[in-house]
């Protein structure tokens, strides 16, 4: 395993473990095989799991997992769907997101604290479900009058190290929240061969994973990737039902000359898609979907087999699947 400086935290694996595959939200596993998941991971020497309470059972996989005590090393993030709250109620909610997330995982604080809401202008109209705006969306104003000192707060009580953004939102927005004054210390990025942030883009601008990318490393801001095979678009099937009409589903039909590329190779394109996501520049750690220890034996793999061929690189970049 290769490690990497994300942000303040140094030899970070560069794969890290995601709660959403562990917490069955990619399929049906088991809370035992997530344990045991779990346990895989950290013997391969992933030391970066990645959580939320929206993620389903990962925070109980996690406190199953350790029993409240960590392993020397490991790191734990989490995060809160905070979206537009009422004045003055910012830090008390952050607060009491973390409170819940650490009490369900058994520890007393988390390494990583992310935004996991879009971060808008003011005035912003989305193209997709505008109307639930508030639940999903926190604006620019609120972000900086109340998000990032509550995230500061917490920083110095030492209840969290660092804060961070899930940069998947608006992205002239979330290029101007990596240049503001005080900024997070990491930001998860979309990190896939077609740049599509899929289902969860509800914006009405091309996505700009590349360049939040770029500016991320310009401001010294950490880099996690998500979204490595497009939630089951960049693999050879769906692990579950998707409608036709779903984004995941467009973008599973729009990877197809990946697909066939692939089958030429005799490869798998799960771990092609890997490959490409930890080979793209800027990207300190990627963060595994996997729900199982024969997925993440895959993504282990990818990982060992280290940067792809260039002429392989060139040909995946010349099917010009990518929204940029």
Known sequence: MRYSQLGPFSDVSRLTLGGGGIGQ?????????????????????????????????????????????LP???????????????????????????????????????????????IC????????????????????????????????????????VAWGITGVGVPSTILKALQHGVKPSVVQAVTNLLDSPGGIRRYSEAPRPRAIIAAANAHNVGVMGIRAVQAGALTAQFDRVVKASHPDAVDYRRAAPFRAMCAVLGVDPA????????????????????????????????????????DLRARIDGLSLTHE
């Not at 909610?93 to 009490?103: G, I, N, P, T, V």
Request: charged residues 25%; glycine residues 8%; negative net charge.
């Open 25 to 69: 939200g990619w399929g049906a596993s088991s809370d035992e095989e997530a344990v045991a998941t779990v346990h895989a991971a950290l013997a391969s020497g992933i030391n970066m799991i990645d959580t939320a309470p929206m993620y389903g059972a990962c925070e109980a996989v996690v406190a199953e997992a350790f029993r409240g005590v």
């Open 72 to 118: 020397v090393g490991v790191r734990i993030t989490t995060k809160c769907q905070l979206g537009e709250r009422s004045v003055g109620t910012v830090v008390a909610k952050l607060e009491q997101s973390l409170d819940a997330s650490l009490e369900a995982m058994r520890l007393d604080h988390a390494d990583l604290y992310f935004l996991h809401s879009n």
């Open 121 to 160: 202008e003011d005035d912003a109209v989305y193209a997709h479900g505008n109307d639930q705006r508030a639940s999903f969306a926190t604006p620019w104003t609120q972000y900086v009058e109340e998000v990032v000192p509550g995230f500061e707060h917490l920083k110095r009580r030492g209840r969290i």
């Open 271 to 310: 771990l092609v898609a890997h490959r490409y996501a930890l080979d793209m520049e800027g990207v300190d750690t990627v963060v595994l979907g996997v729900k199982n220890r024969a997925e993440l034996a895959q993504c282990l793999e990818a990982e060992a087999l280290g940067s792809l061929a260039p």
